[in-house]
């Protein structure tokens, strides 16, 4: 059984709203969100909203002592990432037991790329805090695979030959795993351990064939998002896109850091697929 008996989360976006809701559906733990002062965000049912300047370590480290944070869970974006170091300064503060950072997305560790550069920083300050981490690898959110291929009018984008498997789990998978694990799973399974996840995986041309789309390769995107989408697809095509990928050894991983590797820890559970959330 887990040890843990209230979680602080910080971001509410389409991923943390539903990790949120997750774990407030459980009843076994509190949950409360931080919110910026003056923010109109609201939370489901069950959740509280505390206002805190997250730039403010002691009225952070106020908030999880006066709420008994055991776990911090961190959703923000990319623009947010490195606001997570003064929540892991307030965290060892308030001697919290766990906090599970920002990853959500594929394999950080061992990367260089500026995006995947400024996780493993975070990764490591939580190290030399002392603080127990749990990183969660999930591959691409599979409601996001129209809006990562450029999908439209039939037609799919990528850079490559397109043949790379690549992982993808649905944010309600997401989400529930989250919930699942830190309400159940004993604390020793999950402190300072990355989790692998994976409901599906596809190369960009299997995913061509379940949308029935046709394949155009282009060697860089254009427009709104185009560097994002260009580095994201090139990165893909290394093999990158695999939760299990081991980018120090350039190979997928097995055993315990194989893509999928953690599903085990949410026993019974059947995992969307792809066809399954677009309906195909």
């Given at each position: 059984m887990s040890s843990y008996k209230s979680v602080a989360v910080v971001g509410a976006g389409r991923l943390g709203t539903r990790i949120l809701t997750a774990l407030a559906a459980t009843e076994k733990i509190a949950v409360i969100l931080l919110s910026r002062p003056g923010s109109s965000k609201t939370a489901p049912p069950g959740v509280l909203v505390v206002p805190v300047d997250y730039t403010d370590v002691n009225a952070v480290s106020s908030v999880f002592k006066e709420h008994k944070v055991d776990v911090v869970l961190s959703t923000l974006g990319h623009e947010g990432i490195g606001m997570?170091?003064?929540?892991?300064d307030a965290a060892k503060l308030a001697a919290v037991k766990l906090f599970v950072p920002s990853e959500f997305g594929s394999p950080t560790h061992g990367h260089t790329v500026e995006a995947y550069k400024a996780k493993n920083e975070i990764a490591a300050?939580?190290?030399?805090?002392g603080i127990p981490s749990t990183r969660i690898y999930t591959g691409c959110f599979m409601e996001f695979l129209p809006f990562i291929a450029s999908y439209a009018?039939?037609?799919i984008t990528i850079i490559g030959k397109g043949d790379a498997p690549i992982s993808y789990t649905s944010l309600a998978d997401i989400a529930g795993f989250v919930a699942y694990v830190l309400t159940t799973v004993p604390s020793a399974q999950l402190e300072n351990r990355i989790l692998r996840l994976e409901g599906d995986r596809a190369s960009w041309n299997d995913v061509a064939k379940l949308f029935?789309?046709?394949v155009e390769r282009v060697e860089s995107f254009t427009g709104k998002d185009a560097e994002m989408r260009t580095g994201l697809l090139t990165l893909f095509e290394t093999g990158a896109g695999s939760t299990g990928w081991d980018e120090p050894?350039?190979?997928d991983g097995s055993g315990s850091e194989a893509a999928g590797s953690a599903n085990g820890l949410w026993p019974g559970h059947r995992w969307q697929t792809i066809k399954e959330v677009h309906s195909l």
């Open positions: 997570q170091k003064l929540l892991a300050h939580l190290k030399s805090l009018d039939g037609k029935k789309a046709s050894n350039k190979r």
